[in-house]
C-alpha cells in the first residue's frame, strides 16, 4: 500500500549549512504524528517540503505516488489543495471576515453559494466560532483565529492537515483545546502532522512522535514521548 | 465561469471598501497620472492650433503701381492661381485697400485726418497670395522676381512675414521638442508612482498571497482580483479627470477664446469627448493593469 506522505532520503542545506540530512520516513493516511526536536532542527523545513514551498537540495517528497518537487503550476495547486495548512501566525486574510476566509479554499473549488454556505456553516460549528463568523480577524482572539485558520484548513475536506507549531502563540488552555480540535478532525479521518516545543502536550497526545536532532530523525515511536 | 468572475470582482470591491484609504489615495494618484496625461494632449493642441492659426496669417502681398489696370491685374492672378504652390490671391483693390486701412485705424484720429487732407487714395492696389505650406514662400519669391509683370509692381511685402514665419516656424518647433519631453518626463514620473503605490498596496498584501498559494489558488485566481482594483481605480480616475477636466474647460474656455479667438479649444473638447475619455481610461486602466502584474510576480513565485 501505498503511503500518503514519504520523505525519501531529504536533504536540505542553506548557504552550506545542513538542515535536514539523510532523512527517511512516511506517513500513512489518517495517521496523527508529532515531530519534535529544538527551534531550527528543521521541523519547519520538512513541512514546507510537503507543500513545494521549499524544495530539497537532495532527495524526494512522494504525495500519494507524487513527487512533490516536480511538480510545476496546476499540478502542484492540485496537490497543495489535499493538504490543510496551519501556521503559527495564522495566516488569515486580515480584510476578510471569518466566514470568508473558510470559504475561500471552496472558492478556489469553485464550489456554489449554497454548498459553501452549509459547508462553512457546519466546520465553524466544529470549532466553536458560529457566533464570530461575521467578524474580521482583527475581532478575534490568538485562540479563535487559530480555530478559523483550522477551518480554513478543514473545510475543502484534506487528506492531511499540516499544523506548524499551532499553539504557539497561545495560553495554556486554549492550547489543550486547540490540540483536542487536531485529535478530534484525526478521528474523523484526515491525517495530522505537528510540529511542537511544547513536551507536556506532546506527551498527553500519546501518538506517533518523530524526534529530530542536528537534522537527523533520532526516534521514530508509536505512542511515543517527548525526551530532550 | 461567471461564478469564478463575480467572486473575483466581489472580492476586489470588498478589498477597496475595506481598505478605502489605500484605495483612495492609489486613486488619487491614477487620477493625477490621467490628469497630466490629457492635460499635456489638450495643451499640446491649444499650442499647435495656435501657431496654425498665426501660420494662415502670413502672406505675400504685391503692390501694383496705380496706373496698372485693373485687367492686367486679373492676368497677373490667374498666372499666380496656376501654381502648385499657392494655395490663394486675393485681389484688393484700392478702394478694399483703404476701406481695410480705415477700419485698422478707426481709433488713430490722427492718421484717419491725414488721408481726409490727402483728398485722394495713396493706396495701390495688391495681390495677396497665400502658399500651401510655409516652405513654398520662397520658390514662390523666386518666380515673382523672374515674373514678366515685375515691373508693374510697386513693391512686393514679404521680408517682414518671411521674418515672422521663420520665427514662428522655429517656436513650433521649440514648442513641440519641449512639450514632447515634458510630456514624457510628466506621464513617466506620474507612471513611476503610480506603480510604486500599487506596489506598495499588493506588498501590504503579500502574506495573505502567500497564503492563498498554499491553499492552492491558481495564480489567475489570486491575481484576479487585484487586476480588477487596477481596472476600477483607472475607470474611477478616468471619471473624475473627465469631471475636472469639463469644469476647467467650461470656465476658462470663453476667457480664452476672447484673448485668442478661433482658438477653438472648447469646441476640440467637446467634439473628442468621447475618444478622450476612452483614449485616457485605457491609459488608466492599463498602468493599473500593468502595476499590478509587474509587482505581484515574485509574490507569486513559489
Not at chain 1, 508529532?34 to 521541523?43: A, N, Q, R, T, Y
Not at chain 2, 502670413?58 to 494655395?87: A, N, R, T, W
Not at chain 2, 516656424?169 to 519641449?178: E, G, Q, S
Not at chain 2, 487586476?227 to 470656465?251: P, W
Amino acid at each position: 500500500m501505498t503511503s500518503l506522505i514519504s520523505f525519501k532520503d531529504i536533504s536540505k542545506a542553506y548557504n552550506n549549512n545542513l538542515v535536514l540530512d539523510s532523512i527517511d520516513f512516511s506517513v500513512e493516511a489518517g495517521e496523527f504524528v508529532s515531530l519534535v526536536g529544538k527551534s531550527g532542527v528543521g521541523k519547519t523545513t520538512l513541512l514546507k517540503l510537503i507543500i513545494a514551498e521549499e524544495q530539497p537540495s537532495s532527495g524526494k517528497v512522494i504525495f500519494d505516488g507524487q513527487e512533490v518537487n516536480k511538480l510545476k503550476g496546476s499540478q502542484l495547486s492540485l496537490i497543495r489543495r489535499r493538504v490543510g495548512t496551519v501556521f503559527q501566525d495564522f495566516k488569515l486574510f486580515a480584510d476578510r471576515t471569518v466566514f470568508e476566509n473558510v470559504a475561500f479554499p471552496l472558492e478556489v473549488l469553485n464550489q456554489p453559494d449554497d454548498i459553501i454556505t452549509d459547508h462553512v456553516g457546519e466546520v465553524l460549528k466544529l470549532v466553536g466560532l458560529e457566533s464570530q463568523r461575521d467578524q474580521l480577524p482583527i475581532c478575534l482572539s490568538a485562540g479563535e483565529k487559530q480555530r478559523a485558520a483550522i477551518a480554513r484548513a478543514l473545510i475543502h475536506g484534506p487528506d492531511i492537515i499540516i499544523a506548524d507549531e499551532p499553539t504557539g502563540n497561545l495560553d495554556p488552555i486554549n492550547t489543550w483545546d486547540i490540540i483536542k480540535l487536531l485529535l478530534k478532525i484525526n478521528e474523523l479521518g484526515t491525517a495530522i502532522i505537528l510540529t511542537s516545543h511544547n513536551k507536556d502536550v506532546i506527551n498527553k497526545i500519546g501518538k506517533r512522535v518523530i524526534s529530530l536532532e542536528n537534522g537527523k530523525v533520532i526516534r521514530d515511536e508509536l505512542n511515543g514521548q517527548y525526551i530532550i | 465561469m461567471f461564478l469564478s468572475f463575480r467572486r473575483l470582482f466581489k472580492a476586489s470591491w470588498q478589498s477597496i471598501i475595506r481598505n478605502w484609504w489605500l484605495s483612495l489615495a492609489t486613486i488619487l494618484v491614477v487620477f493625477l497620472s490621467v490628469l497630466t496625461f490629457t492635460g499635456i494632449r489638450l495643451f499640446s493642441y491649444s499650442v499647435n492650433r495656435l501657431v496654425v492659426m498665426l501660420q494662415e496669417r502670413v502672406d505675400i502681398s504685391i503692390y501694383f503701381k496705380k496706373d496698372v489696370p485693373e485687367s492686367e491685374i486679373f492676368q497677373v492672378q490667374m498666372e499666380l492661381e496656376g501654381l502648385d504652390q499657392i494655395k490663394t490671391v486675393k485681389y484688393i483693390s484700392q478702394d478694399d485697400a483703404l476701406k481695410l486701412f480705415q477700419d485698422k485705424q478707426k481709433y488713430n484720429p490722427a492718421i484717419f485726418k491725414a488721408i481726409e487732407v490727402l483728398g485722394t487714395n495713396p493706396l495701390s492696389p495688391s495681390l495677396s497670395i497665400k502658399a500651401k505650406t510655409d516652405k513654398d514662400y520662397q520658390s514662390i519669391l523666386d518666380y515673382i522676381s523672374q515674373a514678366g509683370f515685375k515691373d508693374r509692381l510697386v513693391t512686393v511685402n514679404y521680408e517682414e512675414n518671411q521674418r515672422v514665419v521663420q520665427k514662428l516656424d522655429i517656436v513650433n518647433r521649440t514648442i513641440n521638442i519641449v512639450a514632447i519631453s515634458i510630456s514624457v518626463l510628466l506621464v513617466g514620473i506620474a507612471v513611476l508612482i503610480n506603480f510604486n503605490t500599487i506596489r506598495l498596496a499588493i506588498y501590504t498584501s503579500k502574506e495573505e498571497i502567500r497564503a492563498m498559494k498554499l491553499v492552492g489558488a491558481p495564480n489567475w485566481f489570486i491575481r484576479g482580483p487585484f487586476l480588477f482594483e487596477g481596472t476600477i481605480y483607472g475607470v474611477v480616475a478616468s471619471i473624475l479627470t473627465m469631471i475636472v477636466i469639463s469644469l476647467l474647460v467650461f470656465a476658462i474656455s470663453p476667457k480664452i477664446e476672447t484673448s485668442i479667438p478661433g482658438l477653438g479649444l472648447a469646441g476640440y473638447y467637446w467634439a473628442h469627448f468621447i475618444w478622450i475619455f476612452l483614449f485616457q481610461t485605457v491609459f488608466g486602466v492599463g498602468i493599473g493593469l500593468a502595476s499590478s502584474f509587474v509587482a505581484m510576480k515574485k509574490y507569486l513565485e513559489t
